[in-house]
C-alpha cells in the first residue's frame, strides 16, 4: 500500500510553494522537461513497450492500445505540448476586477491556483505531461494515479519530470504519482479531500462514474464521448463523406470521434450509399435503423440491425450506428436523448439550420462542417488539456490554463469598521 497520507502532505506543501515561483522560472522548468523527455525518449519508450505487450497478453482493444502506445514522434509531441505550454499567458494573478465601495474600500479579485489537483487516468502516458504541465504552469501541485495499463510508461515519465525539477531545485512533489496498481490506493485516493482540492478523472464511462460516486473530493467530469455528425437534407455530400470518415477512422479509441451517424430522410437515398462505402472501405461496421438497412439492402449491402443500446453506446472501436430522421427537429431530439454531451457536429449549408443545431444541441462543443476530432486542448490553442468537460459548472469543454484556476478577493481598507 501506498502512504498516501504522506504523499498529500508533500503535495499540499508543494503546493505553497508552487505559488513563490515566477512565471520564468515555471517557463524554464517546462522548457527543460520538454527537452529531457526527447533526451530520455529510449528509456520511456522501453518501459512503453512493456506495457504494449501486457496490453496484448490482456487482449485490449485496437483503440486503446492507440491510446497507449508511444514512439519517437508520440514524445516529440508531449515535448511540443511542454513547450506551447510555456509559451502562454501565465493566468496566475491577474486581475479580474477592480471596484472601490462608497465607504472607501477597494475591492479586487484575482486568479490564484486550486492547489492541488488530482488525476486518475487508465492507459494514456501523454496525460502525465499534460497533467503535468498545465497544472505546474498555473502553481498547482498534482498527484496522478495513472491505470495499471500504463504503469511502466507513466512510472518512467514522471520520474523524468521530477529529476528535471530536483535539478532546477524546485520541489519535486510538484508532481507525484501514485505507483501503484491496487484499486484499494484509487479508493482511499478518492478520500484524499483533507490534502486534494479537485479531483479529475479521465477515461471509461465506469471510471468516471466510480469516482464521481465515490469521492470526498469535488470532481469534475471529463466525460465519454458519444459523439454524433448530423448530415442534414441541405448537406454537401462530399464535404460529409470527407468529415465523417476522419471524425470516425483517423483514430478510433479517443472522445471526440464520431460514434454514430444521423442522416435526414430526404438526402438519404443519395447520401448514405456513398457515405455507407466510404465507411466499409475503411472496415467500419454500421448498425443502423430499420429505414438505414432498408436503404443499404437497396444499396447491394447488409448491414446489422441497430439496438437502442447501440446509439447509447461509445464503441472506440470501427463501429458506428446510424438513425435516419424526418426532420432536423427529431435529429436534435435524438441526439440530445442519446449524446454524452461531447462534441456534436451538423453538415449542412442550410444557414437557418445550422445555427439552429449550434444554438439546441446540448453538448460542451458544437461544430458546423468540421470534424468533431478538433475538440482537444491543442487544436483549440491551449498547448494542452487536462480533459474534456462534460459538465456545466465551472468548465466545460477542453480545460486549459484558466480552468485550473480559482478566485480570490483582495479587499483594501483603511481603518474602516462595519
Known amino acids: 500500500m501506498v502512504d498516501l497520507i504522506k504523499l498529500g502532505e508533500n503535495a499540499k506543501k508543494a503546493s505553497f510553494s508552487l505559488g513563490k515561483l515566477s512565471t520564468n522560472e515555471k517557463n524554464e522548468a517546462l522548457l527543460a522537461v520538454a527537452d529531457a523527455l526527447v533526451a530520455h525518449s529510449d528509456e520511456i ?59 472607501g474600500m477597494i475591492i479586487g479579485k484575482r486568479r490564484v491556483p486550486i492547489g492541488v489537483i488530482g488525476i486518475i487516468y487508465e492507459a494514456r502516458p501523454n496525460v502525465t505531461s499534460d ?96 459523439c454524433h455528425i448530423y448530415v442534414d437534407e441541405y448537406a454537401d455530400i462530399d464535404k460529409a463523406v470527407k468529415i465523417i470518415i476522419n471524425a470516425k477512422t483517423q483514430r478510433i479509441g479517443v472522445c471526440n470521434a464520431c460514434e454514430s451517424l444521423v442522416i435526414h430522410k430526404k438526402i438519404m437515398n443519395k ?24 436503404a443499404a439492402y437497396y444499396a447491394g449491402v447488409k448491414i446489422k440491425e441497430a439496438t437502442e443500446e447501440d446509439f447509447y453506446t461509445e464503441y472506440l472501436d470501427y463501429i458506428i450506428s446510424v438513425k435516419i430522421v424526418e426532420s432536423i427537429d427529431e435529429a436534435i431530439m435524438h441526439i440530445n436523448e442519446h449524446n454524452t454531451k461531447h462534441s456534436e457536429a451538423i453538415i449542412s449549408e442550410n444557414y437557418t439550420n445550422v445555427q439552429k443545431f449550434l444554438d439546441e444541441i446540448d453538448a460542451a462543443c458544437v461544430y458546423a462542417n468540421a470534424s468533431t476530432r478538433f475538440t482537444d486542448g491543442n487544436e483549440f490553442g491551449f498547448g494542452a488539456e487536462i480533459g474534456i468537460s462534460t459538465q456545466k459548472i465551472h468548465a466545460r469543454g477542453p480545460m486549459g490554463l ?17
Not at 55 to 72: P, T, V
Not at 83 to 91: F, I, K, M, S, T
Not at 133 to 149: M, Q, V
Open 45 to 103: 519508450i522501453t518501459a512503453n513497450k512493456a506495457d504494449m505487450k501486457n496490453g496484448k497478453a490482456n487482449n485490449m482493444s485496437q483503440g486503446i492500445l492507440d491510446r497507449l502506445m508511444l514512439d519517437e514522434k508520440r514524445i516529440a509531441d508531449m515535448a511540443d505540448g511542454l513547450r506551447q505550454v510555456a509559451g502562454l499567458e501565465d493566468p496566475i494573478g491577474e486581475v479580474l476586477s477592480m471596484s472601490k465601495r462608497p465607504n
Open 402 to 418: 484558466k480552468e485550473l484556476t480559482s478566485q480570490k478577493y483582495i479587499i483594501y481598507g483603511d481603518g474602516q469598521i462595519r
Open 131 to 226: 497533467a503535468f504541465a498545465l497544472c505546474f504552469k498555473t502553481s498547482n501541485a498534482t498527484i496522478l494515479k495513472g491505470g495499471s495499463d500504463a504503469i511502466n510508461s507513466n512510472r518512467a515519465i514522471v520520474k523524468v519530470i521530477r529529476e528535471v525539477l530536483k535539478e532546477l531545485d524546485i520541489t519535486e512533489d510538484a508532481v507525484s504519482f501514485i505507483d501503484s496498481t491496487d484499486r484499494e490506493d484509487t479508493k482511499e485516493f478518492m478520500k484524499l479531500n483533507k490534502y486534494v482540492d479537485l479531483l479529475i478523472p479521465r477515461g471509461s464511462a465506469s471510471l468516471i462514474k466510480a469516482t464521481v460516486e465515490n469521492s470526498t473530493i469535488p470532481v469534475i467530469e471529463t466525460g465519454t464521448g458519444n
Open 271 to 294: 447520401a448514405f450509399p456513398v457515405i455507407l462505402n466510404a465507411l466499409l472501405d475503411k472496415d467500419v461496421e454500421v448498425r443502423g435503423d430499420k429505414q438505414a438497412v432498408k
